[in-house]
């Protein structure tokens, strides 16, 4: 069961890491738009000394991936680092095969900044992180958890596009690359919002000592057994209350239908939940 979660946080890992690649060569690298980040920094790059774009974004990464791994933690990093390699393969080897849009700048700033925003926000909900400036917003989030990590990014990504006008020698590029990174960055709020919305699992089962011990283990979720009484049974069961976030219950209920397929779940819907592997008790 777990081996079956984490292949599929791999496949869409790699379906949102496509999509960013897309992004960047079909839409932005080919029209002189700056992306931001490192992957804005490669595209610079790559215009003024042909050097490719992957290639380049993965040298950048290395010592950033270094400052993840001292305050990151290690699991962070593992993820970071595969999903930076796949990202330079798709970049470089993975999308040349598709078609690049050359007709209209505006259109391509629109389209890929949405190819780009929805690429991240799989990644992210993945855990993972396509590196750059992923890495340096995770890191001011993890010190003002209040801020999001898509106005951090179009904060960091700023700096990016506005060197971009002077590379292109182009004003407009700058201008078009803004609208790229303003879509991207409403793109992720909205959908990482979306998916961190938390619910609240009550689960009867007859094993649920064996449901609370999966959750804890490959989860990383606190589990609550309360005492409850059967209305027409009249027998006491144990039912089992677990936090999770919005993206993690289809994991929770394939895990806890896997363990017992007759088990009764009840979800609730959250309003907010504040503790640990939630949000920050501290204002």
């Known amino acids: 069961m777990k081996k079956k979660l984490i292949l599929k946080d791999i ?41 490719p774009i ?14 993840a791994f001292i305050f990151l933690g290690k699991k962070f990093v593992l993820r970071t ?13 993975g999308v040349v095969w598709l078609p690049v849009y050359r007709e209209n700048a505006l259109l391509a700033s629109i389209f890929g900044g949405v190819c780009l925003g929805i690429g991240l926000s799989i990644v992210f909900i993945s855990e993972s992180s396509t590196g750059g400036g992923d890495i340096l917003g995770k890191l ?13 990014l179009l904060a960091i990504d700023f700096v990016v596009i506005s060197l971009s006008a002077f590379v292109y020698k182009n004003i407009e590029s700058a201008m078009y690359g803004l609208i790229t990174m303003f879509i991207t960055s409403k793109i992720v709020d909205a ?7 938390c619910k609240l699992l ?6 649920s000592d064996e449901i ?4 804890t283990e490959q989860l990383k979720r606190g589990a609550t057994l309360i005492d409850g009484k059967g209305a027409y049974s009249g027998e006491n069961k144990a039912v089992l209350l677990v936090a999770v976030k919005k993206r993690e219950v289809y994991k929770a209920k394939e895990l806890i239908r896997y363990i017992d397929p007759s088990v009764f779940i009840v979800a609730a819907e959250a309003g907010e939940i504040v503790g640990e592997g939630f949000k920050s008790t501290m204002i």
């Not at 379906?15 to 932005?28: D, E, M, N, R, S």
């Not at 609370?212 to 959750?215: K, Q």
Request: glycine content about 8%.
């Open 140 to 152: 001011i989030q993890k010190k003002h958890p209040y801020l999001s990590i898509g106005k951090i």
């Open 81 to 93: 680092l595969t999903s930076v390699m796949i990202l330079s393969f798709m970049l470089d080897i």
């Open 191 to 197: 959908l990482i919002e979306a998916c961190d919305k």
């Open 212 to 215: 609370a011990n999966g959750i």
């Open 54 to 67: 992957g290639l380049t974004s993965l040298l950048i990464n290395v010592p950033l991936i270094v400052l």
């Open 202 to 207: 009550f689960i009867m089962s007859d094993k």
């Open 11 to 51: 496949f869409n890992n790699i379906i949102g890491l496509f999509l960013f690649a897309t992004g960047i060569y079909v839409f932005t690298s080919k029209n002189q738009i700056a992306p931001g980040g490192v992957s804005g920094i490669a595209t610079l790059i790559n215009y003024l000394t042909d050097v």
